[in-house]
Nanobody, 126 residues
Framework: VQLQASGGGLVSAGESLRLSCAAS????????MAWFRQAPGKDREFVAA???????VYADSVKDRFAIFKDNVNNRLYLQMNNLRPEDTAVYYC?????????????????????WGQGTLVTVSS
């Protein structure tokens, strides 16, 4: 069971990036997948999650700018990030869990996920 995040880099404010998370192992049991991020000196925070039924939920700070989606054929989770801001600068992590979370619950706690990938650094210059 492994998650591998990639796609980070240095961009200017207003530009876009797409992060990718490659999943291996028993991926058919990963019913909830998410992206978190951690800025220097700050706690890891929730960015977006995709439920088993395809529903999605976002942090208020990225709503309408970021989109989480999954390619089931290639077992990849993506985070499309548009109109990036300097405050989006962070190491981004993908996470997965077998739990069938209800869409009425926002799985935004790091304890909601058992599997984590290594991070990919996103730097947004002003």
């Amino acid at each position: 069971v492994q998650l591998q995040a990639s796609g980070g880099g240095l961009v200017s404010a207003g530009e876009s990036l797409r992060l990718s998370c490659a999943a291996s192992g028993r991926t058919n049991s990963w019913n909830t997948m998410a992206w978190f991020r951690q800025a220097p000196g700050k706690d890891r925070e929730f960015v977006a999650a995709r439920f088993y039924n395809g529903d999605t939920v976002y942090a208020d700070s990225v709503k309408d700018r970021f989109a989480i989606f999954k390619d089931n054929v290639n077992n990849r989770l993506y985070l499309q990030m548009n109109n990036l801001r300097p405050e989006d600068t962070a190491v981004y992590y993908c996470a997965a869990d077998r739990t069938f979370y209800s869409s009425n619950y926002k799985p935004s706690n790091i304890r909601d996920y058992d599997f984590w990938g290594q991070g990919t650094l996103v730097t947004v210059s002003s």
